[in-house]
Protein backbone atom coordinates (compact mmCIF):
# COMPACT_ATOMS: atom_id res chain seq x y z
CA UNK A 1 0.00 0.00 0.00
CA UNK A 2 1.81 2.76 -1.57
CA UNK A 3 1.29 6.47 0.10
CA UNK A 4 1.68 8.99 -2.57
CA UNK A 5 1.99 12.94 -1.58
CA UNK A 6 -0.37 15.18 -3.87
CA UNK A 7 1.64 17.77 -3.65
CA UNK A 8 4.66 16.78 -5.39
CA UNK A 9 3.20 13.09 -6.97
CA UNK A 10 6.82 11.51 -5.04
CA UNK A 11 5.70 7.92 -3.09
CA UNK A 12 6.67 9.05 1.36
CA UNK A 13 5.93 5.66 2.77
CA UNK A 14 5.03 1.94 1.67
CA UNK A 15 3.06 -0.43 4.36
CA UNK A 16 2.21 -3.78 4.57
CA UNK A 17 -1.51 -5.35 4.32
CA UNK A 18 -2.48 -7.03 6.58
CA UNK A 19 -3.17 -11.19 5.68
CA UNK A 20 -6.54 -12.69 6.57
CA UNK A 21 -4.83 -14.70 9.89
CA UNK A 22 -3.96 -10.83 11.03
CA UNK A 23 -7.41 -9.89 10.44
CA UNK A 24 -8.45 -13.45 11.97
CA UNK A 25 -6.31 -12.22 15.12
CA UNK A 26 -8.04 -8.93 15.30
CA UNK A 27 -11.60 -10.06 15.15
CA UNK A 28 -10.90 -12.69 17.73
CA UNK A 29 -9.63 -9.49 19.87
CA UNK A 30 -11.85 -7.06 19.05
CA UNK A 31 -14.30 -10.28 20.38
CA UNK A 32 -12.73 -10.45 24.16
CA UNK A 33 -11.65 -6.70 24.51
CA UNK A 34 -15.72 -6.46 24.04
CA UNK A 35 -16.53 -8.92 27.06
CA UNK A 36 -14.96 -6.64 29.41
CA UNK A 37 -15.54 -3.57 27.67
CA UNK A 38 -19.22 -3.82 27.51
CA UNK A 39 -19.47 -4.43 31.43
CA UNK A 40 -17.64 -0.91 32.17
CA UNK A 41 -20.14 1.78 33.39
CA UNK A 42 -20.90 4.43 30.74
CA UNK A 43 -18.78 6.96 33.69
CA UNK A 44 -15.73 4.96 33.40
CA UNK A 45 -15.87 5.04 29.50
CA UNK A 46 -16.50 8.58 29.56
CA UNK A 47 -13.13 9.26 31.92
CA UNK A 48 -11.14 7.71 28.31
CA UNK A 49 -12.65 10.35 26.60
CA UNK A 50 -10.98 13.16 28.49
CA UNK A 51 -7.46 11.29 28.18
CA UNK A 52 -7.92 10.90 24.34
CA UNK A 53 -8.58 14.39 24.19
CA UNK A 54 -5.59 15.53 25.85
CA UNK A 55 -3.85 13.12 23.84
CA UNK A 56 -4.92 14.44 20.62
CA UNK A 57 -4.39 18.27 21.66
CA UNK A 58 -0.73 16.83 22.49
CA UNK A 59 0.23 16.39 19.46
CA UNK A 60 -1.96 18.17 17.29
CA UNK A 61 0.48 19.48 14.92
CA UNK A 62 1.97 15.85 14.46
CA UNK A 63 -1.22 14.60 13.20
CA UNK A 64 -1.91 17.36 11.21
CA UNK A 65 1.17 17.27 9.28
CA UNK A 66 0.89 13.93 8.77
CA UNK A 67 -2.78 14.10 7.67
CA UNK A 68 -1.38 17.10 4.82
CA UNK A 69 1.09 14.40 3.64
CA UNK A 70 -1.34 12.46 2.91
CA UNK A 71 -4.36 13.66 1.45
CA UNK A 72 -3.33 17.18 0.79
CA UNK A 73 -5.19 19.12 3.44
CA UNK A 74 -3.75 22.80 3.82
CA UNK A 75 -2.12 22.50 7.48
CA UNK A 76 -4.48 24.99 8.83
CA UNK A 77 -7.34 23.43 8.11
CA UNK A 78 -5.98 20.12 9.14
CA UNK A 79 -5.12 21.56 12.48
CA UNK A 80 -8.68 22.76 12.94
CA UNK A 81 -9.61 19.14 12.25
CA UNK A 82 -7.72 17.71 14.95
CA UNK A 83 -9.12 19.91 17.15
CA UNK A 84 -12.24 19.20 16.20
CA UNK A 85 -11.93 15.46 17.26
CA UNK A 86 -10.79 16.99 20.57
CA UNK A 87 -14.24 18.89 20.93
CA UNK A 88 -15.68 15.57 19.92
CA UNK A 89 -14.34 13.89 22.69
CA UNK A 90 -15.05 16.58 25.61
CA UNK A 91 -18.66 16.46 24.34
CA UNK A 92 -19.23 12.60 25.03
CA UNK A 93 -17.30 13.03 27.89
CA UNK A 94 -19.62 15.47 29.68
CA UNK A 95 -22.93 13.92 27.73
CA UNK A 96 -22.81 9.86 26.84
CA UNK A 97 -24.51 9.22 30.51
CA UNK A 98 -27.29 11.96 29.74
CA UNK A 99 -27.72 9.87 26.30
CA UNK A 100 -27.61 6.23 27.21
CA UNK A 101 -29.40 6.71 30.53
CA UNK A 102 -32.57 4.23 31.04
CA UNK A 103 -35.70 4.89 29.57
CA UNK A 104 -38.89 4.62 32.37
CA UNK A 105 -42.26 3.69 30.81
CA UNK A 106 -45.96 4.11 32.22
CA UNK A 107 -46.53 0.76 34.01
CA UNK A 108 -49.13 -1.27 35.84
CA UNK A 109 -48.65 -0.48 39.38
CA UNK A 110 -45.89 -2.40 40.99
CA UNK A 111 -44.45 -2.98 37.69
CA UNK A 112 -41.12 -1.51 36.59
CA UNK A 113 -40.65 -1.18 32.78
CA UNK A 114 -37.69 0.68 31.38
CA UNK A 115 -35.73 0.58 28.13
CA UNK A 116 -31.67 0.22 28.74
CA UNK A 117 -28.96 0.17 25.59
CA UNK A 118 -26.69 -2.29 25.61
CA UNK A 119 -24.17 -2.36 22.76
CA UNK A 120 -24.04 -4.66 19.76
CA UNK A 121 -20.12 -5.82 19.32
CA UNK A 122 -17.35 -5.14 16.98
CA UNK A 123 -18.19 -2.39 14.52
CA UNK A 124 -16.44 -1.91 11.49
CA UNK A 125 -16.09 1.00 9.64
CA UNK A 126 -15.36 2.19 6.38
CA UNK A 127 -14.03 5.35 6.04
CA UNK A 128 -13.09 8.15 3.40
CA UNK A 129 -10.04 10.03 3.16
CA UNK A 130 -10.98 13.68 2.71
CA UNK A 131 -11.20 13.94 6.92
CA UNK A 132 -9.22 11.21 7.90
CA UNK A 133 -8.96 11.66 11.48
CA UNK A 134 -12.42 13.49 11.69
CA UNK A 135 -14.42 10.67 10.03
CA UNK A 136 -12.96 7.60 12.17
CA UNK A 137 -13.46 9.79 15.39
CA UNK A 138 -16.55 10.93 14.67
CA UNK A 139 -17.64 6.81 14.26
CA UNK A 140 -15.86 5.73 17.18
CA UNK A 141 -15.61 8.15 19.93
CA UNK A 142 -19.90 7.65 20.70
CA UNK A 143 -19.94 3.91 19.43
CA UNK A 144 -17.02 2.86 21.67
CA UNK A 145 -18.36 5.02 24.59
CA UNK A 146 -21.51 3.35 23.87
CA UNK A 147 -19.46 -0.05 24.35
CA UNK A 148 -19.04 -1.64 21.47
CA UNK A 149 -15.47 -1.71 20.02
CA UNK A 150 -14.60 -0.73 16.55
CA UNK A 151 -12.44 -1.85 13.62
CA UNK A 152 -11.55 0.57 10.81
CA UNK A 153 -11.00 -0.28 6.99
CA UNK A 154 -9.84 3.28 6.28
CA UNK A 155 -9.07 4.70 2.65
CA UNK A 156 -5.77 3.20 0.74
CA UNK A 157 -4.22 6.53 0.64
CA UNK A 158 -4.29 7.58 4.19
CA UNK A 159 -3.09 4.33 5.86
CA UNK A 160 -0.50 6.95 8.30
CA UNK A 161 -3.29 8.33 9.88
CA UNK A 162 -5.45 5.36 9.98
CA UNK A 163 -2.48 3.62 12.29
CA UNK A 164 -1.86 6.55 13.76
CA UNK A 165 -5.96 7.07 15.42
CA UNK A 166 -5.37 3.33 16.69
CA UNK A 167 -2.21 5.27 18.32
CA UNK A 168 -4.37 7.91 19.49
CA UNK A 169 -6.60 5.36 21.49
CA UNK A 170 -3.34 3.24 22.75
CA UNK A 171 -2.03 6.40 24.17
CA UNK A 172 -5.04 7.45 25.76
CA UNK A 173 -4.82 3.76 27.90
CA UNK A 174 -7.62 1.91 26.26
CA UNK A 175 -7.64 -1.84 26.46
CA UNK A 176 -6.27 -3.41 23.25
CA UNK A 177 -8.72 -4.15 21.16
CA UNK A 178 -11.07 -1.58 22.01
CA UNK A 179 -9.63 0.18 18.59
CA UNK A 180 -8.07 -1.99 15.57
CA UNK A 181 -6.91 -0.60 12.38
CA UNK A 182 -7.01 -2.91 9.56
CA UNK A 183 -4.88 -2.11 6.84
CA UNK A 184 -6.59 -3.74 3.95
CA UNK A 185 -7.59 -2.70 0.59
CA UNK A 186 -11.56 -3.24 -0.38
CA UNK A 187 -11.18 -6.48 -1.41
CA UNK A 188 -11.26 -8.18 1.87
CA UNK A 189 -14.22 -5.54 2.84
CA UNK A 190 -16.86 -8.11 1.94
CA UNK A 191 -15.22 -11.18 3.82
CA UNK A 192 -14.91 -9.27 7.00
CA UNK A 193 -18.09 -7.91 6.77
CA UNK A 194 -19.61 -11.67 6.15
CA UNK A 195 -17.77 -12.94 9.50
CA UNK A 196 -20.05 -13.63 12.66
CA UNK A 197 -17.50 -11.91 14.82
CA UNK A 198 -18.89 -7.89 13.09
CA UNK A 199 -22.41 -7.20 14.43
CA UNK A 200 -22.76 -3.67 12.77
CA UNK A 201 -21.08 -1.52 10.23
CA UNK A 202 -20.93 2.13 9.43
CA UNK A 203 -19.53 3.40 5.99
CA UNK A 204 -18.69 6.96 4.81
CA UNK A 205 -18.48 7.46 0.95
CA UNK A 206 -19.46 6.94 -2.54
CA UNK A 207 -22.92 5.45 -3.60
CA UNK A 208 -22.00 2.69 -5.07
CA UNK A 209 -19.50 1.67 -1.77
CA UNK A 210 -22.66 2.10 0.27
CA UNK A 211 -24.64 -0.21 -1.87
CA UNK A 212 -22.16 -2.89 -2.14
CA UNK A 213 -21.97 -2.49 1.74
CA UNK A 214 -25.26 -1.90 2.49
CA UNK A 215 -26.15 -5.14 0.05
CA UNK A 216 -23.74 -7.81 2.47
CA UNK A 217 -24.31 -6.41 5.64
CA UNK A 218 -28.13 -7.32 5.05
CA UNK A 219 -27.76 -10.79 3.90
CA UNK A 220 -26.20 -11.01 7.40
CA UNK A 221 -29.38 -9.40 9.21
CA UNK A 222 -26.71 -6.64 10.10
CA UNK A 223 -27.04 -2.95 11.05
CA UNK A 224 -25.82 -0.22 8.86
CA UNK A 225 -25.50 3.36 8.91
CA UNK A 226 -23.98 5.23 5.75
CA UNK A 227 -23.39 8.40 5.19
CA UNK A 228 -22.66 9.08 1.37
CA UNK A 229 -22.33 11.61 -0.94
CA UNK A 230 -24.28 15.12 -1.68
CA UNK A 231 -24.60 17.79 -4.47
CA UNK A 232 -25.21 20.54 -1.84
CA UNK A 233 -27.73 23.38 -2.89
CA UNK A 234 -26.67 26.97 -1.38
CA UNK A 235 -29.83 29.28 -1.92
CA UNK A 236 -29.12 32.67 -2.36
CA UNK A 237 -32.22 34.88 -2.17
CA UNK A 238 -33.16 38.45 -3.22
CA UNK A 239 -32.91 39.58 0.67
CA UNK A 240 -29.88 37.97 1.33
CA UNK A 241 -26.86 39.58 2.88
CA UNK A 242 -24.87 39.23 -0.11
CA UNK A 243 -21.33 40.04 1.56
CA UNK A 244 -21.84 37.18 3.80
CA UNK A 245 -23.11 34.71 0.96
CA UNK A 246 -20.44 35.94 -1.33
CA UNK A 247 -17.66 34.69 1.29
CA UNK A 248 -19.16 31.93 3.06
CA UNK A 249 -19.68 30.36 -0.33
CA UNK A 250 -16.40 30.81 -1.11
CA UNK A 251 -15.31 28.55 2.02
CA UNK A 252 -17.75 26.34 1.39
CA UNK A 253 -16.58 25.49 -2.12
CA UNK A 254 -13.52 24.78 -1.16
CA UNK A 255 -12.74 23.92 1.86
CA UNK A 256 -10.39 21.39 1.95
CA UNK A 257 -9.85 21.69 -1.78
CA UNK A 258 -13.62 20.56 -2.31
CA UNK A 259 -13.47 17.17 -1.37
CA UNK A 260 -16.66 17.06 1.53
CA UNK A 261 -19.76 15.67 1.13
CA UNK A 262 -21.21 18.67 2.96
CA UNK A 263 -19.56 21.28 0.80
CA UNK A 264 -22.25 23.98 -1.29
CA UNK A 265 -21.79 22.42 -4.60
CA UNK A 266 -24.87 24.05 -6.82
CA UNK A 267 -25.54 27.72 -5.82
CA UNK A 268 -29.15 28.65 -6.95
CA UNK A 269 -29.14 32.52 -7.15
CA UNK A 270 -32.53 34.39 -7.84
CA UNK A 271 -32.47 36.88 -10.67
CA UNK A 272 -32.28 39.75 -8.56
CA UNK A 273 -29.23 39.31 -7.40
CA UNK A 274 -27.62 37.26 -9.79
CA UNK A 275 -25.73 39.05 -11.94
CA UNK A 276 -23.90 41.30 -8.53
CA UNK A 277 -23.52 37.57 -6.65
CA UNK A 278 -21.32 35.65 -9.86
CA UNK A 279 -19.12 39.34 -10.38
CA UNK A 280 -18.08 39.11 -6.61
CA UNK A 281 -18.23 35.03 -6.46
CA UNK A 282 -15.69 35.25 -9.14
CA UNK A 283 -13.40 38.17 -7.57
CA UNK A 284 -13.30 35.64 -4.22
CA UNK A 285 -12.58 32.38 -5.89
CA UNK A 286 -9.53 34.39 -8.07
CA UNK A 287 -8.38 35.82 -5.05
CA UNK A 288 -7.61 32.50 -3.16
CA UNK A 289 -4.44 31.20 -2.67
CA UNK A 290 -3.09 27.73 -4.11
CA UNK A 291 -0.25 26.32 -3.46
CA UNK A 292 1.87 24.50 -1.24
CA UNK A 293 -0.28 22.31 1.82
CA UNK A 294 2.13 22.63 4.38
CA UNK A 295 2.07 26.73 3.90
CA UNK A 296 -0.43 28.51 6.67
CA UNK A 297 -1.13 31.03 3.84
CA UNK A 298 -2.30 28.72 1.83
CA UNK A 299 -6.28 27.88 1.10
CA UNK A 300 -6.31 25.28 -1.76
CA UNK A 301 -4.17 22.53 -1.52
CA UNK A 302 -3.85 19.97 -3.92
CA UNK A 303 -6.23 17.07 -4.91
CA UNK A 304 -6.06 13.81 -2.49
CA UNK A 305 -5.00 11.96 -5.75
CA UNK A 306 -3.99 12.73 -9.46
CA UNK A 307 -6.65 10.21 -10.15
CA UNK A 308 -9.24 12.02 -8.45
CA UNK A 309 -8.50 15.61 -9.93
CA UNK A 310 -8.67 13.78 -13.24
CA UNK A 311 -11.85 12.62 -13.11
CA UNK A 312 -12.87 15.79 -11.84
CA UNK A 313 -11.83 17.12 -14.55
CA UNK A 314 -13.73 15.60 -17.15
CA UNK A 315 -16.67 16.15 -15.36
CA UNK A 316 -16.36 19.87 -15.80
CA UNK A 317 -15.16 19.17 -20.05
CA UNK A 318 -18.38 17.05 -20.66
CA UNK A 319 -20.45 19.91 -18.58
CA UNK A 320 -18.47 22.92 -21.19
CA UNK A 321 -19.43 20.36 -23.93
CA UNK A 322 -23.14 20.45 -22.76
CA UNK A 323 -23.27 24.37 -22.92
CA UNK A 324 -22.12 25.24 -19.50
CA UNK A 325 -19.79 28.61 -19.02
CA UNK A 326 -16.03 28.88 -17.32
CA UNK A 327 -16.02 31.73 -15.68
CA UNK A 328 -12.80 30.96 -14.29
CA UNK A 329 -10.52 28.07 -13.97
CA UNK A 330 -11.61 24.92 -15.64
CA UNK A 331 -7.63 23.68 -16.03
CA UNK A 332 -5.83 21.59 -14.16
CA UNK A 333 -2.80 23.73 -12.94
CA UNK A 334 0.78 23.12 -14.99
CA UNK A 335 2.64 22.10 -11.85
CA UNK A 336 3.54 19.20 -10.12
CA UNK A 337 0.91 17.42 -7.75
CA UNK A 338 -2.84 17.09 -8.46
CA UNK A 339 -3.76 20.79 -8.16
CA UNK A 340 -6.89 22.08 -10.11
CA UNK A 341 -7.93 25.57 -9.88
CA UNK A 342 -11.31 27.07 -7.70
CA UNK A 343 -13.49 27.01 -10.65
CA UNK A 344 -17.02 28.06 -11.32
CA UNK A 345 -19.43 26.85 -14.08
CA UNK A 346 -22.48 28.90 -14.92
CA UNK A 347 -24.97 28.91 -17.85
CA UNK A 348 -25.35 25.05 -16.29
CA UNK A 349 -28.09 23.20 -18.33
CA UNK A 350 -30.01 20.26 -17.08
CA UNK A 351 -28.52 16.16 -17.88
CA UNK A 352 -24.87 16.70 -17.79
CA UNK A 353 -22.51 16.65 -14.75
CA UNK A 354 -22.69 19.93 -13.40
CA UNK A 355 -25.88 19.94 -12.45
CA UNK A 356 -26.50 16.08 -12.09
CA UNK A 357 -23.38 14.43 -10.31
CA UNK A 358 -21.30 15.18 -7.49
CA UNK A 359 -18.52 17.40 -8.55
CA UNK A 360 -15.64 16.41 -5.73
CA UNK A 361 -13.64 19.21 -5.94
CA UNK A 362 -13.46 23.28 -5.93
CA UNK A 363 -15.72 23.52 -8.45
CA UNK A 364 -18.85 25.64 -7.95
CA UNK A 365 -21.94 25.13 -10.57
CA UNK A 366 -23.85 28.65 -10.42
CA UNK A 367 -27.62 28.54 -11.55
CA UNK A 368 -29.87 31.41 -12.28
CA UNK A 369 -33.86 31.28 -11.36
CA UNK A 370 -36.64 33.61 -11.05
CA UNK A 371 -37.69 33.24 -7.19
CA UNK A 372 -38.05 31.75 -4.08
CA UNK A 373 -40.14 29.03 -5.52
CA UNK A 374 -37.79 27.99 -8.08
CA UNK A 375 -35.00 27.71 -5.92
CA UNK A 376 -37.01 25.79 -3.85
CA UNK A 377 -37.38 23.66 -6.94
CA UNK A 378 -34.40 22.81 -8.21
CA UNK A 379 -32.64 22.62 -4.49
CA UNK A 380 -34.84 19.67 -4.47
CA UNK A 381 -34.37 18.19 -8.15
CA UNK A 382 -31.51 15.98 -7.16
CA UNK A 383 -31.18 12.49 -5.53
CA UNK A 384 -28.94 13.51 -3.32
CA UNK A 385 -30.43 14.60 -0.12
CA UNK A 386 -27.27 15.36 2.65
CA UNK A 387 -27.23 19.46 3.68
CA UNK A 388 -28.49 22.53 2.57
CA UNK A 389 -28.01 26.32 3.16
CA UNK A 390 -30.22 28.95 2.53
CA UNK A 391 -29.32 32.69 2.85
CA UNK A 392 -31.96 35.38 3.62
CA UNK A 393 -32.35 38.17 6.14
CA UNK A 394 -35.48 37.48 6.90
CA UNK A 395 -35.12 34.31 9.56
CA UNK A 396 -38.62 33.32 9.57
CA UNK A 397 -38.51 33.10 6.05
CA UNK A 398 -35.32 31.18 6.08
CA UNK A 399 -36.64 28.48 8.54
CA UNK A 400 -39.63 27.88 6.28
CA UNK A 401 -37.33 27.40 3.17
CA UNK A 402 -35.50 25.16 4.46
CA UNK A 403 -38.41 23.30 6.04
CA UNK A 404 -39.51 22.97 2.38
CA UNK A 405 -35.47 21.58 1.33
CA UNK A 406 -35.12 17.39 1.02
CA UNK A 407 -32.16 16.93 3.25
CA UNK A 408 -30.81 15.81 6.47
CA UNK A 409 -29.61 18.91 7.62
CA UNK A 410 -30.40 22.85 6.40
CA UNK A 411 -28.32 25.70 7.74
CA UNK A 412 -30.06 29.32 7.01
CA UNK A 413 -26.72 31.83 7.01
CA UNK A 414 -24.53 29.25 7.91
CA UNK A 415 -22.04 26.77 6.46
CA UNK A 416 -23.21 23.61 6.55
CA UNK A 417 -21.18 21.59 9.15
CA UNK A 418 -21.47 18.50 11.33
CA UNK A 419 -21.45 19.63 14.71
CA UNK A 420 -21.20 16.99 18.18
CA UNK A 421 -23.85 18.11 19.00
CA UNK A 422 -26.91 17.57 16.75
CA UNK A 423 -27.97 14.47 14.35
CA UNK A 424 -25.84 14.16 10.91
CA UNK A 425 -26.59 12.16 8.06
CA UNK A 426 -28.66 12.59 4.64
CA UNK A 427 -32.08 10.91 2.95
CA UNK A 428 -32.45 9.57 -0.43
CA UNK A 429 -29.15 8.52 -1.61
CA UNK A 430 -27.62 10.33 0.50
CA UNK A 431 -27.46 7.46 2.47
CA UNK A 432 -29.41 6.63 6.15
CA UNK A 433 -28.80 6.80 9.71
CA UNK A 434 -27.69 9.56 11.62
CA UNK A 435 -24.14 9.82 13.79
CA UNK A 436 -23.32 12.34 16.45
CA UNK A 437 -25.66 13.53 19.73
CA UNK A 438 -27.94 11.21 21.55
CA UNK A 439 -29.46 10.22 18.33
CA UNK A 440 -26.03 8.78 16.68
CA UNK A 441 -24.43 7.00 19.87
CA UNK A 442 -27.99 5.05 20.21
CA UNK A 443 -27.24 3.82 16.31
CA UNK A 444 -25.78 0.78 17.37
CA UNK A 445 -27.20 -0.53 20.72
CA UNK A 446 -29.62 -2.97 21.48
CA UNK A 447 -32.50 -0.80 22.96
CA UNK A 448 -34.06 -3.43 25.13
CA UNK A 449 -37.11 -3.24 27.24
CA UNK A 450 -37.02 -4.32 30.92
CA UNK A 451 -40.43 -5.44 32.35
CA UNK A 452 -40.12 -6.63 35.72
CA UNK A 453 -43.43 -7.80 37.81
Same mark, same amino acid.
Given at each position: ????????????????????A????????????????????????????????????D??????????????K?I?????????????????A??????????Q?????????K??????????A????????????????????????????????????????????????????????????????????A??????A???G???????????A????????? %????????? +???? =? &??? $? *?? @??G??????????????????I?????????????????E?L?????????T?????A????????????I??????????T?G???????????????????????A?? %?????PV?? +???? =? &??? $? *?? @??????????????????????????????????????????????????V??????R?L?????????????????
Amino acid at each position: MEVINPATGEETESYEEDDWAEIDTALDRAVDTFEDWRQRSVREREQFLVDLADVIRDEKHHYAELMTREMGKPISQAIAEIEKCAWLCDHYASHAGTYLQEEQHPSPPGTSVKTVHDPLGPVLAVMPWNFPFWQALRFSVPYITAGNVGLLKHASNVPGCALAIEELYEKAGYPEGVFQTLVVGSDPVDDILADERIRAATLTGSGPAGRAVASKAGEQLKKTVL %ELGGSDPFV +VLED =A &DLD $A *AV @ETGTRARNQNGGQSCIAAKRFIVVDDVYDEYIDRFTEEFEALTIGDPMDEETDVGPQARRDLMEGLHEQVIASVDAGATAITGGEPLDREGAYYPPTILADVPENCPASD %EELFGPVAA +VFRV =A &DES $A *AI @EMANDTQFGLGASVWTEDRDRGERVAREIDAGCVYVNQLVKSDPRVPFGGVKESGYGRELSGIGIKEFVNRKTVWVE
